[in-house]
């Protein structure tokens, strides 16, 4: 099981404490994978020896889809194991413009494939606006690439989580794990309240029972906004999910 924290949660912290500093901490906190957004202008070999002193791994990586390529070296070095598109505008996309990014995923989809490593996409709320499905209309268009759902947007976006994941089903690869903190309607302006992982709305514990059940398990924590102490906060969603994960498992 891959329960871990994408390293974008704690930006802030890392630009103020130092990436050494951040990790080490993560470690205590009970983090024991991480997901990268970026690689903070160090070499693959630099930040393997910094994560490798803590004792932390690279499950996945968020790398836009036309920056793959030229990441390569780092995904080969870290041992990743799943690469996750974290955005792509599609929501607003021509016709010709959606078409030209197929070809880059199909192309860098090839490249993963041929290493043996998972392919994902990463929604937002646009994704699923006005009652559509775009990351279902991209699993279709690419065979093979899979959803890191993002409980958190998928409820903002008005979907239930756990219907999205039935959906999904052998497509699903992962979830991330961002949870709202208030009830919410309509298209968000600014940001948005987040709780500690299973206290909020994004119904945490059914979404990792549902998703356990098509044999997913990686369950990665996000936060944008920190409603109490970072270290309080990480430490209390990772103790949370990892006990849903647990409670799935043994069901």
Same mark, same amino acid.
């Not at 070999?45 to 393997?48: A, F, L, P, S």
């Not at 309509?186 to 940001?191: C, D, I, N, S, Y």
């Not at 920190?226 to 270290?231: G, H, N, T």
């Not at 409670?247 to 043994?250: E, L, P, W, Y």
């Given at each position: 099981m891959n329960i871990g924290i994408q390293l974008y949660s704690v930006k802030h912290q890392i630009e103020e404490l130092g990436l050494d500093e951040v990790l080490r901490t993560l470690r205590e906190l009970g &983090?024991?994978?991480v997901e990268t957004a970026g690689f903070y202008d160090l070499s693959p #070999? #630099? !930040?393997?020896a910094k994560l490798d002193k803590y004792g932390l791994t690279v499950h996945s990586a968020h790398i836009r889809a036309e920056k793959i390529e030229e990441q390569l070296e780092y995904i080969d070095t870290l041992g990743v194991k799943k690469v996750i598109i974290p955005i792509a505008p599609i929501y607003r996309y021509s016709e010709e413009e959606y078409a030209e990014l197929l070809v880059v995923i199909r192309? &860098?989809?090839k490249l993963l494939c041929e290493? /043996? !490593?998972t392919f994902g996409y990463h929604n937002h709320y646009q994704e699923y606006q006005n009652g559509g499905d775009l990351v279902w209309r991209l699993m279709e268009d690419v065979p093979g690439i899979c959803s890191q759902l993002d409980i958190f947007w998928a409820t903002v976006a008005g979907r239930d989580p756990v219907d999205l994941i039935n959906k999904y089903g052998n497509k699903l690869c992962a979830l991330h794990i961002k949870e709202l903190g208030e009830k919410f309607e /309509?298209?968000?302006? /600014?940001?948005l309240l987040h709780a500690v992982a299973g206290e909020g709305y994004s119904r945490t514990p059914e979404s990792i029972a549902a998703a356990t059940k098509y044999g &997913?398990?990686?369950f990665i924590l996000e936060v944008e906004s920190?409603?109490?102490?970072?270290?309080e906060y990480i430490r209390r969603s990772i103790e949370n999910i990892k006990k849903f994960a647990n409670?799935?498992?043994?069901a």
């Open positions: &983090v024991d994978t #070999e #630099e !930040i393997k192309r &860098v989809q290493r /043996g !490593i /309509g298209e968000p302006r /600014g940001g &997913v398990d990686t920190y409603p109490i102490d970072f270290k409670d799935a498992k043994k």
